[in-house]
């Protein structure tokens, strides 16, 4: 599994931007997949913002991040969203999506692919 990150950009604070994260797949398809989206401030360690279970069933969100961001997915099109609203100065960092067929893992961040980053910078 290939994943792309995209969305990324400069917002001032109580704006919003969308992530999505695009999946290449070979033999098991996307929707098998649980896909969590993670991020890393400078000098902290990673952490995870939000995570969607193979079929939308199931969501999980840091509490940071509750009522603020919502994850979504489009299986037809291989792709998870993170839709981030009401966004703060200490939501910068550079946002990751990791997928694995054991939906643990997209939140543990011991998930088996990952895609690159995309920073977030979100101004004051």
């Known amino acids: 599994v290939q994943l792309q990150a995209s969305g990324g950009g400069l917002v001032q604070a109580g704006g919003s931007l969308r992530l999505s994260c695009t999946a290449s797949?070979?033999?098991?398809?996307?929707?098998?997949?649980?896909v969590g989206w993670f991020r890393q401030a400078p000098g902290k360690e990673r952490e995870s913002v939000a995570a969607?279970?193979?079929?939308?069933?199931?969501?999980y969100y840091n509490d940071s991040v509750k009522g603020r961001f919502t994850v979504s997915r489009d299986n037809a099109k291989n792709t998870v969203y993170l839709q981030m609203n009401s966004l703060k100065p200490e939501d910068t960092a550079v946002y990751y999506c990791?997928?694995?067929?054991?939906?643990?893992?997209?939140?543990?961040?011991?998930?088996?692919?990952w895609g690159q980053g995309t920073q977030v910078t979100v101004s004051s």
């Open positions: 990791a997928a694995d067929l054991v939906p643990d893992r997209a939140v543990d961040g011991t998930a088996e692919y």
């Open positions: 797949t070979s033999g098991r398809t996307f929707s098998s997949y649980a």
């Open positions: 969607i279970s193979r079929n939308s069933g199931t969501t």
